[in-house]
């Protein structure tokens, strides 16, 4: 009895730090800026005039204000066709980056997995290893590499493939370079983790039976990656939308994000309330592709069962 008792506390706690976790440092945050989205701006320190103080007011107090919350900073978003631009752009930017991201990491993951196992961990280290320096190093290494006298147009001119320097830094192209370069092992390492786990013999049967090895890798070996494709292209999406240092350092004024534009709505204009609605607006945006992530891996891990 007393280890049946020990079993459920075990189950318990395993199951209440991550939803504590989640509370502390997820919900009760966005339930602090959902607040301030809800604020009228001031001049003044803080930068806002709260709708309601739970601890002034209480429980029936805040109840009666909440009641007359406006949409006002909401409706202004959708009035201002920079937000709009700038989350279609976000959109449409981290969508081209997700699909060139899948096209150069599934050929790495693939010749990972079909590489021989005692090489197998070494080149796992490889993809690995750009974490073990500064994410903001690696951007500003970009600077460098990108710009009119940097190292990139030195050498294509030494080389002479061309003759006049490359105009790629502050523009998109270098924010794609960035984020493909940034976001690259997100990509690699769930397919890698899928393509690891396939069954050669799959591919043996089907040679066998006078299948091609291109034919049999678009019917066997990449339906059953289908998982990691979805992993991989889910966890450079989303971050991606939102990206902020990527764009800030090597696209130019045209290069229209929504973390850029949130961060200069925050720390130029000063303007709390509206830049709180554009991250909850953000994060609902965001939310579908979450969703759909979270109903694929329960079907999978259902079917594995």
Do not use: H
């Given at each position: 009895m007393a280890e049946k008792k020990d079993t459920n506390w075990q189950k318990l706690i395993e199951i209440g730090v991550p939803f504590v976790w989640l509370i502390v440092l997820f919900l009760v945050p966005f339930f602090i800026v959902a607040k301030i989205s809800f604020s009228t701006a001031l001049i003044a320190q803080p930068p806002y005039q709260p709708v309601f103080d739970f601890f002034v007011d209480g429980v029936a107090g805040t109840i009666e204000k909440i009641k007359g919350f406006t949409l006002d900073n909401y409706a202004f978003l959708f009035s201002d066709p920079l937000y709009i631009n700038s989350y279609l752009s976000s959109l449409r930017i981290a969508a081209i980056s997700t699909v060139l991201l899948l096209l150069i990491g599934y050929p790495i993951a693939y010749g990972m997995a079909r590489a021989p196992k005692s090489i197998r961990p070494m080149l796992l280290m490889m993809v690995i290893l750009p974490f073990?320096?500064?994410?903001?190093?690696?951007?500003?290494?970009?600077?460098?590499?990108?710009?009119?006298?940097?190292?990139?147009?030195?050498?294509?001119?030494?080389?002479?493939?061309?003759?006049?320097?490359?105009?790629?830094?502050?523009?998109?192209?270098?924010?794609?370079?960035?984020?493909?370069?940034?976001?690259?092992p997100f990509m690699v390492l769930p397919l890698y983790a899928s393509l690891e786990k396939l069954d050669n013999t799959l591919l043996e049967a089907a040679a066998d039976l006078g299948?091609?090895?291109?034919?049999?890798?678009?019917?066997?070996?990449?339906?059953?990656?289908?998982?990691?494709?979805?992993?991989?292209?889910?966890?450079?999406?989303?971050?991606?939308?939102?990206?902020?240092?990527?764009?800030?350092?090597?696209?130019?004024?045209?290069?229209?994000?929504?973390?850029?534009?949130?961060?200069?709505?925050?720390?130029?204009?000063?303007?709390?309330?509206?830049?709180?609605?554009?991250?909850?607006?953000?994060?609902?945006?965001?939310?579908?592709?979450?969703?759909?992530?979270?109903?694929?891996?329960?079907?999978?891990?259902?079917?594995d069962r």
């Open positions: 073990w320096t500064s994410f903001l190093i690696r951007v500003y290494a970009w600077i460098g590499i990108l710009k009119p006298e940097g190292l990139l147009s030195g050498l294509l001119i030494w080389l002479g493939v061309i003759e006049t320097p490359l105009a790629i830094m502050n523009t998109e192209k270098a924010v794609f370079i960035g984020i493909v370069y940034s976001y690259l299948s091609p090895p291109i034919k049999a890798f678009w019917q066997i070996t990449l339906p059953l990656s289908i998982p990691g494709v979805i992993a991989g292209c889910m966890l450079c999406f989303i971050p991606a939308v939102g990206e902020f240092v990527i764009p800030d350092l090597l696209g130019g004024s045209d290069t229209l994000m929504i973390g850029r534009t949130l961060w200069n709505e925050f720390f130029l204009n000063r303007d709390w309330p509206v830049s709180a609605a554009v991250a909850v607006l953000l994060l609902l945006v965001l939310v579908i592709p979450i969703v759909f992530y979270q109903n694929f891996q329960q079907r999978q891990l259902e079917a």
